[in-house]
T-cell receptor, first 113, second 115 residues
Framework: DGGITQSPKYLFRKEGQNVTLSCEQN?????MYWYRQDPGQGLRLIYY???????QKGDIAEGYSVSREKKESFPLTVTSAQKNPTAFYLC????????????FGPGTRLTVL | KNQVEQSPQSLIILEGKNCTLQ??????????LRWYKQDTGRGPVSLTI?????NTKSNGRYTATLDADTKQSSLHITASQLSDSASYIC??????????????FGIGTKLQVIP
């Protein structure tokens, strides 16, 4: 069953704590992306990765970090430096960044208490 | 600056009725335009994709149109069903052929279909 998965679906954290969101895909896609979705705004790109061991900052990378040690995995860490981390986070993948039909995961809703 | 604007922001229609959602964009150079459906609390799912040379694309009861000259697209939903209740997001990609495609997302139109 091919697809892209994210876990957990809901995540709560206290202020000042780092938290890592998981994203896994078995579509054999080279490119992976992290987006943030807030009410009244379009999806905003946090980081993207074109290939293993490579990643680039998106439009709102401050306070976030990523790694791409394996093709199928692209975890996102929300650090304590992110001033307003409460949001819905979406992971996506595509064959490559120049063929960009993106397939999205189900999302993780992060709430900072 | 690349922008994608959608209208209306929200829409309520009766089950069985048709509706049309609008998308205007200023992305340049233009590569393709997609419409996604996003159920509440879920990830977006692609409905249609159109390139510069295509002006209409259908997927079941969903029909998208594209006017690349005026940089406008519409999504028409025929004979709406309760399951059509969702946000519909217009997404425009642009960039040099073979290069990184910058993706710009609209805010979406929230559609509610009522019995």
């Amino acid at each position: 069953d091919g697809g892209i998965t994210q876990s957990p679906k809901y995540l709560f954290r206290k202020e000042g704590q780092n938290v890592t969101l998981s994203c896994e895909q078995n579509l054999n896609h080279d490119a992976m992306y992290w987006y943030r979705q807030d009410p009244g705004q379009g999806l905003r790109l946090i980081y993207y990765s074109q290939i293993v061991n490579d990643f680039q900052k998106g439009d709102i990378a401050e306070g976030y970090s990523v790694s791409r040690e394996k093709k199928e995995s692209f975890p996102l860490t929300v650090t304590s430096a992110q001033k307003n981390p409460t949001a819905f986070y979406l992971c996506a993948s595509s064959i490559s960044t120049d063929y960009n039909e993106q397939f999205f995961g189900p999302g993780t809703r992060l709430t900072v208490l | 600056k690349n922008q994608v604007e959608q209208s209306p922001q929200s829409l309520i229609i009766l089950e069985g009725k048709n509706c049309t959602l609008q998308c205007n964009y200023t992305v340049s150079p233009f590569s393709n335009l997609r419409w996604y459906k996003q159920d509440t609390g879920r990830g977006p799912v692609s409905l249609t994709i159109m390139t510069f040379s295509e002006n209409t694309k259908s997927n079941g009861r969903y029909t998208a149109t594209l006017d690349a000259d005026t940089k406008q697209s519409s999504l028409h939903i025929t004979a709406s069903q309760l399951s059509d209740s969702a946000s519909y997001i217009c997404v425009v990609s642009g960039g040099d052929p073979g290069g990184y495609q910058k993706v710009t997302f609209g805010i979406g139109t929230k559609l509610q279909v009522i019995p």
